[in-house]
């Protein structure tokens, strides 16, 4: 979707004002440390995947997820999934309590310290083990289609109509445009080489290029 | 920097109580084990960050055959310290040269190499960042004090895929024979995301001279 998360190229958002990597500091409030954790443990619940999760984000009012810092964008998604998967009810959220019975043991499983753990520590690959021929090759010229999906996409809008070069290829990843939908299919993902002036034309700040991995989908032979 | 520009002697903010109020649901409701939620906050405030990509980027500097296998099998090559998982599934190494200097963002997100970095800094997250890094890296990196010839290609690698990328910088002059552990005190979070280069001997003191 065009969402005000596909930010690339956008104008007016004023300075980066970087903190000193120095002074930094990983949470800045506490509650960051919740948002963080809660967000990442829920989703260990199984009940939604990393595209679901992003797409939660995405789909907020464009004042709203540009209004809010990252971290509550984390926790308006997460509140978002726990609601609609039958989690939580608004209701228990606005009461800040349980208005149902807690959650059946059996029908759930809520992992531990190890396990969340072992989890992260183990990964998740989001590379498919199918046998598809990539349509296209290192060095080949594409166009990224002219597409306005209204649901979860990956190509970002700067990228749209554009012309780059197959730089690699990475195999065969989950398609996110489908995954957000809990669709595990796979397409041979591209890294794909756009020259800065083909994306900014004389706007471009001097030579360089954009490198930004494409799924087949999105794609035509130029 | 937070938006709101609060600090913490001043009463918890209306978020501070929304998301607190809802991690006691989850408890209450048997939906989190607090103590899951504490080892995750402990890992990733406390075990994994820079100082991982910092031993990479050394060995890289230091080892030509652990470099090239770096370039062939970047999880391999990483996973031979044992940073492996979230957010590192898929990595790849991009390398600075005089002429072509490397810069990674996540225009749609914040995708970020956690297993080599951990998490990401507040400024990678923000829409300043995100919106600039691809149209106009020349400026972000000015604000960052770096400046580039203006005859060196600039790389920007935006991370729209489970692809994640950390830059390998050039090694600086005259630190010929330095040991690793002083090398990595040349090696900041910052040059391995591409908004600066490693700092000059003459910038890390304490390291060998």
């Known amino acids: 979707m065009n969402g005000a998360h596909d930010l690339g190229g956008m104008h007016g958002l004023g300075p980066i004002n970087p903190e000193p990597e120095t002074e930094e500091r990983r949470f800045h409030y506490d509650w960051e440390r919740s948002a963080f954790a809660v967000t990442i443990a829920t989703a260990m619940l199984g009940r939604w995947n990393i595209d679901v999760s992003r797409h939660s984000r995405e789909r907020q009012h464009p004042i709203d997820y540009l209004k809010n810092s990252y971290y509550e964008n984390w926790f308006a998604g997460t509140k978002t999934l726990l609601v609609e998967t039958g989690l939580v009810t608004t209701e228990e959220i606005a009461q800040g309590r349980a208005l149902t019975p807690p959650t059946d043991p059996e029908s759930i499983k809520v992992p531990g310290p190890d396990e969340v753990l072992n989890a992260v520590k183990a990964g998740r690959r989001a590379d498919l083990d199918d046998v598809v021929t990539p349509a296209l090759a290192t060095g080949d010229k594409v166009r990224v289609k002219n597409f306005h999906p209204i649901g979860h996409t990956r190509a970002p809008r700067y990228t749209r109509g554009r012309v780059g070069t197959i730089e690699r290829l990475h195999g065969v990843h989950i398609f996110p445009d489908t995954h957000k939908d809990g669709v595990v299919e796979g397409y041979t993902l591209y890294c794909v080489r756009f020259d800065a002036a083909e994306l900014w034309g004389a706007d471009a700040d001097g030579p360089g290029a954009v490198f930004v991995d494409l799924w087949e989908p999105y794609l035509d032979p130029a | 920097?937070?938006?709101?520009?609060?600090?913490?002697?001043?009463?918890?903010?209306?978020?501070?109580?929304?998301?607190?109020?809802?991690?006691?649901?989850?408890?209450?409701?048997?939906l989190v084990d607090p103590a899951a939620l504490d080892a995750l906050v402990d890992r990733y405030e406390h075990r994994v960050g820079p100082q991982n990509g910092k031993k990479v980027v050394t060995r890289a500097w230091t080892n030509p055959d652990y470099l090239q296998w770096l370039r062939d099998d970047p999880n391999a090559a990483i996973g031979d310290f044992?940073?492996?998982?979230?957010?590192?599934?898929?990595?790849?190494?991009?390398?600075?040269?005089?002429?072509?200097?490397?810069?990674?963002?996540?225009?749609?997100?914040s995708c970020y190499p956690w297993t080599v970095l951990g998490l990401p800094p507040v400024w990678y997250k923000s829409a300043p960042y995100r919106s600039r890094a691809v149209s106009e890296p020349r400026g972000v990196l000015a604000e960052f004090g770096t400046a580039l010839d203006d005859d060196v290609e600039i790389r920007v690698w935006d991370s729209t895929s489970e692809m994640r990328y950390m830059v390998i910088p050039?090694?600086?002059?005259?630190?010929?024979?330095?040991?690793?552990?002083?090398?990595?005190?040349?090696?900041?979070?910052?040059?391995?995301?591409g908004v600066e280069k490693a700092k000059k001997p003459a910038d890390a003191p304490g390291a060998a001279a």
């Open chain 2, 82 to 109: 044992g940073f492996t998982g979230r957010q590192g599934e898929h990595m790849v190494i991009v390398e600075n040269t005089p002429e072509v200097h490397n810069l990674v963002v996540c225009t749609l997100c």
């Open chain 2, 170 to 193: 050039e090694r600086p002059a005259g630190t010929g024979g330095w040991s690793a552990e002083d090398l990595e005190t040349l090696v900041t979070r910052n040059a391995m995301i």
């Open chain 2, 1 to 30: 920097m937070p938006h709101d520009g609060h600090d913490h002697t001043e009463p918890p903010s209306d978020i501070a109580l929304r998301v607190k109020s809802l991690e006691s649901l989850l408890v209450e409701k048997g």
